[in-house]
């Protein structure tokens, strides 16, 4: 079956860093597009960032374009989101998910998420 599972989420001052990570197994991960996908406290989901199955093409929200980097290392069946810059507003539960095609399509299947605080 299809797993998810996110890790490298934190405590993290203003201005500081991290790098998210997905690992991902029960399906072909190079056929398909991932993304993240995060939910701040009291609001709805908000679509990060959006990777083409061939690293061809990435896609960011305006809200984290320059600062957030999606990436994937087929031969490792995993996905990443360097996270620089990190502002409070990015404070939120995030969550890597299963695009149902190669390009950025709808989500099929998500993760349990990981917590990213950025305070001071």
């Known amino acids: 079956q299809v797993q998810l599972v996110e890790s490298g989420g934190g405590l993290v001052q203003p201005g500081g860093s991290l790098r998210l990570s997905c690992a991902a197994s029960?399906?072909?991960?190079?056929?398909?597009?991932m993304s993240w996908v995060r939910q701040a406290p009291e609001k709805g989901l908000e679509r990060v960032s959006d990777?083409?199955?061939?690293?061809?093409?990435?896609f960011h929200a305006d809200s984290v374009k320059g600062r957030f980097t999606i990436s994937r290392d087929n031969a490792k069946n995993t996905l990443y989101l360097q996270m620089n810059s990190l502002k409070p507003e990015d404070t939120a539960v995030y969550y890597c998910?299963?695009?149902?095609?190669?390009?950025?399509?709808?989500?099929?299947?998500w993760g349990q998420g990981t917590q990213v605080t950025v305070s001071s």
């Open positions: 029960g399906f072909t991960f190079s056929n398909y597009a």
């Open positions: 990777i083409y199955s061939n690293s061809g093409s990435t």
């Open positions: 998910a299963k695009d149902t095609t190669s390009w950025i399509s709808a989500l099929d299947y």
